[in-house]
């Protein structure tokens, strides 16, 4: 990197990429990290110990100073949850300190896996919490919307939901031999577990893309736009679970043709759902799109390259074609992408700290976590709304025969 002097250019030390010097503290089952060796290696390689990344800046006056020394600090992977908080993303620093602080796990993406209560976090997202940001309403409000039924690929009252209440009330019955009936609780059912009520319950979603949580991707700029829900789990969908459904059976013989059946028709009335956000803290890339840009960031915050984010959108699209950068192998973009997205960004041009931005993408998580053997994915739960229906929804399941019993 260079930077202007008065005596014309000249070299000057400076990070070229996010550092992953610092550790996390060790697991309640780990012992602690031995003192770091002092052997000097460039910064932002994953190899540099701490007290050797950080030089003494003693000789420096402020961080306005011309000197060499003045170029920023190095920017760790750790040091992402204070530029989270300096820009007051709370639940964003949260979510990122757990994940540099669990376990190592990884989390396939649209997995319906029942996990380990370890890698489930289900009381920290409120979803009017949720709702307030972008245009995130819209979805939730075309999901629940009785009058969409017909045109909406995303609400509850369309056909696609109603075969999928088929299926599940088809596999519930089962389960109880075709003896339940009456009023059904879903939650009491699953005992308040929420991964279990996704799993047998869940129904329909509505995705909300990233455009739509933040709402406006210029203003992103410069952090300007983004908030506090795109830094912690940026794109998510929203879910609609059956809550409460009345079940009625009715049983009758058949005695033509022969030989004789028993029969029962079961039709169910769903009265309540619950909506809530659902999603993964994961890090995963489809094996031929770009690694997902995720901004870049120093201790103050974050800046949005909006070409870069563009890029990523029109690549994605396009991945198909093979001709982008495939997971963590780095290949050149069509159109090319511009130089400055995936190298430090100095917004003032005068290396000062707090002016350059380190570029972030999904491989930069998981190259942390292979050096570390830390870094644990998990699945977000927000809590569940229960919305009464102005319109409940029936589902006939049709008539079920057993050949009669004498």
Same mark, same amino acid.
């Given at each position: 990197?260079?930077?202007?002097?008065? $005596?014309? =250019?000249?070299?000057?030390?400076?990070?070229?990429?996010?550092?992953? $010097? *610092?550790?996390?503290?060790?697991?309640?089952?780990?012992?602690?990290?031995?003192? &770091?060796?002092?052997?000097?290696?460039?910064?932002?390689?994953?190899?540099? &110990?701490?007290?050797?990344?950080?030089?003494?800046?003693?000789?420096?006056?402020?961080?306005?100073?011309?000197?060499?020394?003045?170029? &920023?600090?190095?920017?760790?992977? %750790?040091?992402?949850?204070?530029?989270?908080?300096?820009?007051?993303?709370?639940?964003?620093?949260?979510?990122?300190? +757990?994940?540099?602080?669990?376990?190592?796990?990884?989390?396939? $993406?649209? #997995?319906?896996?029942?996990?380990?209560?370890?890698?489930? $976090?289900?009381?920290?997202?409120?979803? #009017?919490?949720?709702?307030?940001?972008?245009?995130?309403? *819209?979805?939730?409000?075309?999901?629940?919307?009785?009058?969409?039924?017909?045109?909406?690929?995303?609400?509850?009252?369309?056909?696609?939901? +109603? *075969?999928?209440?088929?299926?599940?009330?088809?596999?519930?019955?089962?389960?109880?031999?075709?003896?339940?009936?009456?009023?059904?609780?879903?939650?009491?059912? =699953?005992?308040?577990?929420?991964?279990?009520?996704?799993?047998?319950?869940?129904?329909?979603?509505?995705?909300?893309?990233?455009?739509?949580? /933040?709402?406006?991707?210029?203003?992103?700029?410069?952090?300007?736009?983004?908030?506090?829900?795109?830094?912690?789990?940026? @794109?998510?969908? %929203?879910?609609?679970?059956?809550?409460?459904?009345?079940?009625?059976?009715? +049983?009758?013989?058949?005695?033509?043709?022969?030989?004789?059946?028993? =029969?029962?028709?079961?039709?169910?009335?769903?009265?309540?759902?619950?909506?809530?956000?659902?999603?993964?803290?994961?890090? @995963?890339?489809?094996?031929?799109?770009?690694?997902?840009?995720?901004?870049?960031?120093?201790?103050?915050?974050?800046?949005?390259?909006?070409?870069?984010?563009?890029?990523?959108? /029109? #690549?994605?699209?396009?991945?198909?074609?093979?001709?982008?950068?495939?997971?963590?192998?780095?290949?050149?973009?069509?159109? #090319?992408?511009?130089?400055?997205?995936?190298?430090?960004?100095?917004?003032?041009?005068?290396?000062?700290?707090?002016?350059?931005?380190? &570029?972030?993408? @999904?491989?930069?998580?998981?190259?942390?976590?292979? %050096?570390?053997?830390?870094?644990?994915?998990?699945?977000?739960?927000?809590? %569940?709304?229960?919305?009464?229906?102005? *319109?409940?929804?029936?589902?006939?399941?049709?008539?079920? =025969?057993?050949?009669?019993?004498?």
């Amino acid at each position: 990197m260079l930077k202007q002097h008065a $005596d014309g =250019c000249r070299p000057v030390k400076a990070q070229a990429s996010i550092a992953m $010097d *610092k550790s996390p503290p060790p697991l309640d089952d780990e012992p602690p990290e031995p003192a &770091p060796s002092r052997t000097s290696a460039p910064p932002g390689t994953g190899n540099t &110990p701490p007290a050797t990344a950080q030089k003494s800046r003693s000789s420096q006056v402020d961080d306005d100073d011309d000197d060499e020394e003045d170029c &920023p600090p190095p920017f760790d992977m %750790l040091d992402l949850p204070k530029g989270m908080a300096a820009m007051g993303f709370k639940y964003a620093a949260y979510c990122a300190r +757990r994940w540099f602080n669990g376990r190592a796990h990884v989390i396939p $993406d649209k #997995s319906d896996t029942m996990f380990d209560e370890a890698f489930v $976090d289900t009381d920290n997202l409120k979803l #009017s919490w949720v709702l307030g940001f972008g245009d995130v309403r *819209k979805h939730y409000n075309w999901l629940l919307d009785s009058e969409l039924e017909s045109t909406a690929h995303e609400n509850i009252y369309n056909s696609p939901a +109603r *075969k999928e209440l088929v299926n599940k009330f088809e596999r519930f019955m089962k389960r109880y031999d075709y003896q339940y009936t009456g009023t059904l609780d879903t939650l009491a059912n =699953c005992d308040n577990d929420k991964q279990l009520l996704h799993k047998r319950f869940q129904f329909q979603h509505a995705d909300v893309p990233m455009l739509d949580v /933040i709402a406006n991707l210029k203003t992103a700029y410069q952090g300007v736009g983004m908030n506090d829900l795109a830094a912690a789990i940026g @794109n998510f969908s %929203l879910y609609a679970a059956i809550a409460s459904a009345e079940i009625r059976v009715a +049983r009758y013989n058949r005695y033509d043709p022969v030989p004789w059946r028993q =029969c029962l028709h079961a039709t169910v009335t769903i009265t309540h759902v619950y909506v809530y956000a659902r999603d993964y803290y994961s890090f @995963n890339d489809a094996g031929h799109s770009v690694s997902q840009y995720l901004g870049h960031w120093n201790h103050r915050g974050v800046i949005i390259a909006l070409d870069g984010a563009i890029a990523d959108v /029109i #690549s994605k699209k396009l991945a198909s074609k093979r001709r982008f950068e495939l997971a963590n192998d780095a290949r050149y973009y069509l159109p #090319s992408i511009p130089d400055h997205i995936d190298k430090p960004v100095d917004i003032k041009s005068q290396l000062r700290k707090g002016n350059v931005y380190y &570029p972030i993408r @999904n491989r930069d998580f998981r190259r942390w976590r292979e %050096l570390k053997i830390r870094g644990g994915d998990f699945v977000i739960y927000s809590d %569940l709304k229960r919305i009464k229906l102005t *319109k409940p929804i029936v589902v006939d399941l049709g008539e079920v =025969c057993w050949e009669y019993e004498r």
